[in-house]
């Protein structure tokens, strides 16, 4: 095997395994601090095994050379058990006389010693990183004017490739490390960003049932026994939903579903019953045009509750003086419409009004219309709207009919 053929081969054998490493800590970026370090630690272990192992086809000289950039790695990722050890296998299975032996123990002794020193001082400009290449390759070639004159001419390409190849895996390993540590601030924000999300989306839900109570309240009179009869029940009804609400949030997470078979009607007249205070308030003509039948889904009746409700209360917002909820069925679906003559809504805020945060309105959180997609979404529905500046809106749901 001749000088190149060497080079290249040992280039290989160190570098594999660090390559591999890196991909790995890339492609799993969820990765702890405590295994990446173990990985590492068998990373150097194996390049070293790898070398060793090829060694009948590597000049001794080139093999003690070669084993230093993997001292090096040990050093810069500050692994001073695996270095030591790194450095007992290179003296012992490369160097090849008694002389070379007593050279490198001196050598790897005034490392370690500058070694301490950077881990005291690395806070200062002190670069052990270049000081290491400096300091390795002026002893290699020290080494081979005593003792390997005939390695002259070649020991300068040595030096080279091993300058280029340390300068080379160190790139990668800081590029890696900081690709993942990137990732995973990303992540952080990510969370944060949920949090934040989840935190909006209570803020907004709330406010439904607590105006709804708000209503009531205002509409009670205490000296009527009817108002207590009809209103505290419905109240306390919306305080469970309230508490409801708080409890799925609570969990920075998507609010579990619970499903069962229900009648869409008695979800509606429920919904229609809660909502005409808001519409009295508002002095707004709300008619209601169901089907006289029953429409069994398999749905989660409080969240559908909370999407009609808010889809009403935009109604109400919009300034419609008339709004209309209407159901229609066909042989598969049914559909559930909700119309109104309010002020509508521009093409380009229809586009848009699906995002979350977006909204138009000055004290509005933009999530309104996204959470009531969410739910209908997990229901195998469809939730459309139609509208047009100065005429009205209408949102269009469709959900699945349960077959028996």
């Given at each position: 095997?001749?000088?190149?053929?060497?080079?290249?081969?040992?280039?290989?054998?160190?570098?594999?395994?660090?390559l591999?490493?890196?991909?790995?800590?890339?492609?799993?970026k969820?990765?702890?601090?405590?295994?990446?370090?173990?990985?590492?630690?068998?990373?150097?272990?194996?390049?070293?095994?790898?070398?060793?192992?090829?060694?009948?086809?590597?000049?001794?000289?080139?093999?003690?050379?070669?084993?230093?950039?993997?001292?090096?790695?040990a050093?810069?990722?500050?692994?001073?058990?695996?270095?030591?050890?790194l450095?007992?296998?290179?003296?012992?299975s490369?160097?090849?006389?008694?002389?070379?032996?007593?050279?490198?123990?001196?050598?790897y002794?005034?490392?370690?010693l500058?070694?301490?020193?950077?881990?005291?001082?690395?806070?200062?400009?002190f670069?052990?990183?270049?000081?290491?290449?400096?300091?390795?390759?002026?002893?290699?070639?020290?080494?081979?004017?005593?003792?390997?004159?005939?390695?002259?001419?070649?020991?300068?390409?040595?030096i080279?490739?091993?300058?280029?190849?340390?300068?080379?895996?160190r790139l990668?390993?800081?590029?890696?490390?900081?690709?993942?540590?990137?990732?995973l601030?990303?992540q952080?924000?990510?969370?944060?960003?949920?949090?934040?999300?989840?935190?909006?989306?209570?803020?907004h839900?709330?406010?439904?049932?607590v105006a709804?109570?708000k209503?009531?309240?205002d509409?009670?009179?205490?000296?009527?026994?009817?108002?207590?009869k009809?209103?505290?029940?419905?109240?306390?009804?919306?305080?469970?939903?309230?508490?409801l609400?708080?409890?799925?949030?609570?969990?920075?997470?998507?609010?579990?579903?619970?499903?069962e078979?229900?009648?869409?009607?008695?979800l509606?007249?429920?919904?229609?019953?809660?909502?005409k205070?808001?519409?009295?308030?508002n002095?707004i003509?709300?008619?209601?045009?169901?089907?006289?039948?029953?429409?069994?889904?398999?749905?989660?009746?409080?969240?559908?509750?909370?999407?009609?409700?808010?889809i009403?209360?935009?109604?109400?917002?919009?300034?419609?003086?008339?709004?209309?909820?209407?159901?229609?069925?066909?042989?598969?679906?049914?559909?559930?419409?909700?119309?109104?003559?309010?002020?509508?809504?521009?093409?380009?805020v229809?586009?848009?009004?699906?995002?979350?945060?977006?909204?138009?309105?000055?004290r509005?959180?933009?999530?309104?219309?996204?959470?009531?997609?969410?739910?209908?979404?997990a229901h195998?529905?469809?939730?459309?709207?139609?509208?047009?500046?100065?005429?009205?809106?209408?949102?269009?749901?469709?959900?699945?009919?349960?077959?028996?």
């Open positions: 095997m001749n000088v190149f053929e060497m080079l290249i081969l040992s280039l290989i054998l160190i570098s594999y395994p660090l591999i490493y890196i991909l790995y800590i890339v492609a799993n969820n990765i702890s601090k405590e295994e990446k370090g173990s990985l590492f630690d068998f990373v150097l272990i194996s390049s070293s095994f790898l070398v060793l192992h090829y060694s009948q086809y590597f000049e001794k000289v080139l093999l003690t050379f070669f084993l230093g950039g993997i001292v090096f790695l050093l810069f990722k500050k692994k001073l058990l695996i270095s030591l050890l450095e007992s296998i290179c003296i012992v490369s160097v090849p006389d008694y002389q070379s032996v007593l050279y490198f123990l001196g050598f002794l005034v490392l370690n500058l070694y301490f020193f950077y881990l005291k001082y690395q806070n200062t400009r670069s052990f990183f270049q000081t290491y290449l400096f300091l390795y390759s002026s002893s290699f070639f020290l080494w081979v004017i005593l003792f390997y004159q005939s390695y002259v001419p070649f020991s300068f390409l040595y080279a490739v091993f300058v280029v190849l340390m300068n080379l895996l990668l390993l800081v590029q890696g490390e900081k690709m993942m540590k990137n990732h601030e990303f952080e924000l990510q969370k944060e960003k949920q949090i934040r999300l989840s935190l909006f989306k209570i803020t839900e709330i406010k439904n049932p709804v109570c209503a009531y309240l509409m009670f009179d205490v000296e009527n026994p009817e108002h207590a009809k209103y505290v029940p419905i109240m306390k009804e919306e305080i469970e939903r309230l508490l609400l708080l409890q799925d949030f609570l969990l920075v997470n998507k609010a579990n579903m619970k499903y078979v229900m009648d869409v009607n008695m509606l007249e429920d919904v229609s019953k809660k909502i205070p808001l519409m009295d308030e002095h003509q709300f008619l209601v045009d169901t089907i006289d039948d029953e429409l069994l889904i398999n749905g989660d009746y409080n969240r559908l509750n909370q999407v009609m409700v808010n009403l209360k935009n109604s109400v917002e919009a300034n419609a003086k008339k709004i209309t909820l209407k159901t229609h069925l066909t042989s598969k679906v049914l559909e559930v419409y909700v119309t109104d003559n309010g002020e509508g809504i521009s093409q380009e229809l586009k848009r009004m699906r995002e979350p945060f977006y909204t138009t309105k000055p509005g959180t933009g999530l309104g219309v996204s959470l009531s997609n969410e739910i209908i979404d195998s529905g469809k939730m459309e709207y139609s509208s047009k500046i100065g005429t009205g809106t209408s949102v269009k749901i469709t959900l699945p009919l349960y077959i028996l």
